[in-house]
């Protein structure tokens, strides 16, 4: 049976091939170890959140506020395009404007009276001519500033604001992928957790995605044995188990919930009556959170079926 056969190669371990549950801290960018929190002793307990270390980032934070800059420039030129242009300038186009009304004013009244001096013979057709001319050039100056006036209070072509809302769009991703850059250069711990291992110190190089801190979250830690092949089919997912070790005290409750589907070992040529009882399942059993904490990582243990004494 299951209590049987899981005797030699039965051991608590964590996750994968002894330590493929721990959570490995990295930064995807390289730098000196510029701060290790002071929590990061191995088999200390971190907090969710809790900082846990820092690589040097002076580049990364000079980037980061040079495409602030960036953005910001970007959204305020976006932001003009959106207006008129400013009072103090249309004032001075109205102020113009004025004065040329009041300019082809005084040239239609000039052209009045010269028209009244032409018709008594006092003065040349030509000077009517003249009066006449001065009077159409007031007006088109009217008509040019006034269209000047409707050009000042409109905001930028359709194209030209979209234009502007695009380059401010680019700009805030730059300043996204700087910051983001930046934060992996320093990490938090994801969940409650132990500190398996620290592998740099203060003032160490770090490679890109090397890992700095290992940590072992609560509930990791699972029960590892073979079994097997003729004693395959006397298990199965959800059994329960009892696993026992040295010093643990009573035995603690765990449950399968893994059974490989491939043998760990394989004859070199071909299967046979002889050989297929070298032919050994890996199987996992996960043990409650609490009790877990009694076992260590590769530590020996006996697996039970639930029960059996």
Avoid at 217 to 240: D, H, T
Wanted: a positive charge; glycine letters at 6%.
């Amino acid at each position: 049976m299951l209590g049987d056969i899981a005797l030699v190669l039965a051991f608590v371990v964590v996750g994968g091939l002894f330590a493929a549950a721990e959570i490995a801290l990295v930064s995807l960018r390289a730098g000196q170890v510029n701060r290790l929190a002071s929590a990061n002793r191995r088999g200390q307990t971190v907090a969710k959140d809790a900082p846990l270390f820092a690589l040097d980032s002076t580049s990364e934070r000079a980037a980061r506020e040079e495409a602030a800059a960036r953005a910001a420039s970007a959204r305020a030129q976006a932001d003009n395009t959106d207006k008129g242009r400013r009072r103090d300038e249309v004032a001075v186009t109205e102020a113009q404007l004025a004065q040329a009304h009041a300019q082809a004013a005084l040239a239609a009244s000039e052209l009045a009276r010269t028209q009244q001096l032409v018709d008594q013979k006092f003065l040349s057709p030509s000077k009517r001519d003249d009066a006449r001319a001065a009077a159409a050039q007031s007006q088109a100056r009217v008509a040019e500033l006034a269209a000047a006036l409707r050009v000042a209070r409109l905001p930028a072509r359709a194209d030209e604001r979209a234009a502007a809302d695009a380059l401010a769009a680019a700009a805030r991703s730059a300043l996204a992928q700087t910051q983001w850059r930046e934060q992996q250069k320093q990490q938090t711990a994801p969940v409650d957790a132990l500190v398996a291992d620290t592998f740099f110190r203060t003032g160490e190089w770090v490679n890109a995605g090397q890992p700095v801190v290992a940590l072992l979250p609560a509930g990791a830690v699972r029960a590892r044995f073979f079994v097997p092949e003729a004693e395959l089919g006397a298990i199965k997912l959800g059994q329960a188990v009892e696993l026992r070790c040295d010093g643990c005290g009573a035995p603690i409750a765990a449950k399968i919930d893994f059974i490989a589907t491939r043998a760990e070992y394989t004859p070199p040529v071909i299967y046979s009556n002889a050989q297929r009882s070298r032919l050994v399942f890996m199987v996992e059993a996960r043990p409650d959170v609490k009790d877990g904490a009694r076992l260590k990582p590769g530590q020996p243990i006996d697996v039970r079926p639930a029960g059996v004494s």
